[in-house]
């Protein structure tokens, strides 16, 4: 009774294979639709990883619309780099934040200091080095 049970387990799971194996819709083949370009990379135009934001939804619309010019501005100056480098020259292209109308100035003006102690850095590097900058002091 128990080989029985234990071989028709064992062909299930072997029939099963090759349907795990196959690749579904859109999973990958010549004609899959995999050109390259997905949500949010309609003709090969990197979009933010959310999406656009609407301003008339945010608490302050003026500094919403003011913040997404500066960043298309930096987008449309850092367009021709990638990878590391595009994050790079959006980091030190982008303006600094203005430190008067924070909630929290003392910590805002921290937090610029520590930004710009670390420009010349990418990646893990660069987060070490706000990290080390930004840690309380013992």
Excluded: W, Y
Aim: proline residues 9%; glycine residues 10%; aromatic residues 0%.
């Amino acid at each position: 009774m128990k080989s029985s049970l234990m071989i028709a387990s064992l062909v299930a799971a072997l029939c099963s294979l090759p349907a795990i194996a196959q690749p579904g819709p859109g999973m990958g083949g010549q004609d899959s639709g995999m050109s390259g370009t997905g949500p949010g990379m309609q003709g090969g135009a990197r979009q933010g990883r959310r999406g656009p934001v609407d301003c008339s939804k945010t608490r302050n619309p003026e500094q919403c619309k003011a913040r997404q010019e500066k960043r298309q501005k930096t987008r449309e100056f850092c367009k021709d780099k990638m990878g590391p480098a595009h994050k790079q020259c959006m980091q030190q292209n982008m303006p600094p934040v203005d430190c008067a109308k924070a909630p929290n100035q003392e910590r805002c003006a921290t937090h610029q200091q520590a930004r710009e102690a670390c420009k010349d850095k990418v990646g893990p590097e660069h987060r070490q080095c706000l990290r080390d900058k930004l840690a309380p002091k013992k």
